[in-house]
């Protein structure tokens, strides 16, 4: 089996258990850990975890210049991204939070013309103008209630943490390209730690451990060791062999494996809002990833 194959295969590993990875945490979010108490819990055992295998590669060191570029990529890689993700579902579904998952290619694009690395075409235009149109229909329609202009805060969270997630890879991108993956998310880790820590610190002195059923422990372990550890190794992994806008792709995996899951174990339902919010927001991923137009040249300091 090639470099590709594997390559696929992780991909398509660690999107399957990101699609899970919504309903697990959603469990041990509605019983057991509060949002940021459990974000918290996150950071400290994927830190560690980074940290430890830090110690298998070569050292690096973080030059001057990249430090302040690496302190953003903790705010919005890790605290805002996390801490908006968690509270979000927290109060949503899974299937809804999926769903605005798939729209970080689209605010990618924004954020790249924002930041002169990419141009607009009509086409591309249009296609932001309708996957966000998908968006807020499923934020204004109150998750199927029937209360249509009603905000859904779950979800609007969610997108806001699909934003602060592709601004994260506009900033992290050149530290990819000069430093080792590991080297890099260790830092990140670390700083997204004292950023996580007000917020979280109280939630997780609440937690009661003592009445923690096994299943749910397990479902913690799931969400630190695989679907944030893990996950992002087999990422990593696969982009050595296969290029970014396809590893990209894989992220319309997670609604379809996402509601499998949900319905599976009776955490949500498939409805026409889901469906019809679903349609507009792969339409507008679909015309904003044509590439009609040459992208501007930036000059990256090696």
Same mark, same amino acid.
Not at 152 to 172: E, K, P, Q, R, T
Not at 260 to 280: C, E, H, P, R, W
């Given at each position: ?21 919504? =309903? ?13 108490? $459990? ?12 940290? @430890?295998t830090?110690f ?5 060191r ?23 993700? $968690?509270?979000?579902? =927290? ?12 729209c ?12 002169? =690395?990419?141009?607009? =075409?009509?086409i591309?235009?249009?296609?932001? $103008? @309708? ?16 209360? $249509? ?16 997630w592709g ?5 992290? %991108? ?11 998310? %260790? ?58 806008? @396809? ?25 026409? @809002? ?14 904003t990833s ?7 040249e ?5």
């Amino acid at each position: 089996m090639n470099k590709s194959m594997f390559g696929h295969l992780s991909l398509l590993a660690a999107n399957l258990i990101y699609s899970i990875n919504y =309903s697990i945490a959603k469990d041990v979010l509605d019983k057991y850990i509060q949002p940021s108490g $459990f974000i918290l819990l996150r950071v400290v055992g994927a830190g560690i975890l980074y940290w @430890i295998t830090a110690f298998f590669i070569p050292g690096q060191r973080i030059d001057k210049e990249d430090r302040f570029r690496l302190f953003l990529c903790g705010i919005f890689g890790i605290a805002i991204n996390q801490l908006l993700f $968690f509270k979000g579902l =927290s109060i949503t579904t899974p299937i809804n939070a999926s769903i605005m998952m798939v729209c970080t290619p689209i605010l990618v694009l924004i954020m790249g013309y924002i930041s002169l =690395s990419e141009r607009f =075409s009509l086409i591309r235009i249009t296609g932001v $103008f @309708i996957g966000l149109a998908g968006a807020v229909y499923l934020i204004l329609s109150s998750s199927g209630k029937g209360n $249509f202009g009603t905000v859904n805060w779950g979800d609007l969270f969610v997108l806001i943490n699909a934003c602060s997630w592709g601004l994260y890879l506009i900033l992290v %991108k050149p530290l990819m390209q000069k430093y080792h993956t590991i080297t890099v998310i %260790k830092w990140v880790f670390l700083v997204g730690f004292f950023m996580v820590l007000p917020f979280g610190f109280n939630e997780l002195q609440d937690v009661k451990w003592a009445n923690f059923p096994q299943y749910a422990l397990w479902e913690v372990v799931f969400v630190v060791f695989l679907s944030t550890y893990l996950a992002y190794i087999l990422n990593t992994y696969a982009l050595k062999s296969l290029s970014p806008t @396809i590893a990209g792709t894989y992220i319309y995996l997670q609604p379809l494996l996402t509601a499998l899951f949900a319905v599976i174990v009776g955490q949500d339902n498939i409805d026409y @809002i889901k469906i019809i919010s679903t349609l507009l927001i792969f339409t507008g991923v679909y015309l904003t990833s044509i590439n009609t137009v040459k992208p501007l040249e930036i000059k990256e300091k090696q």
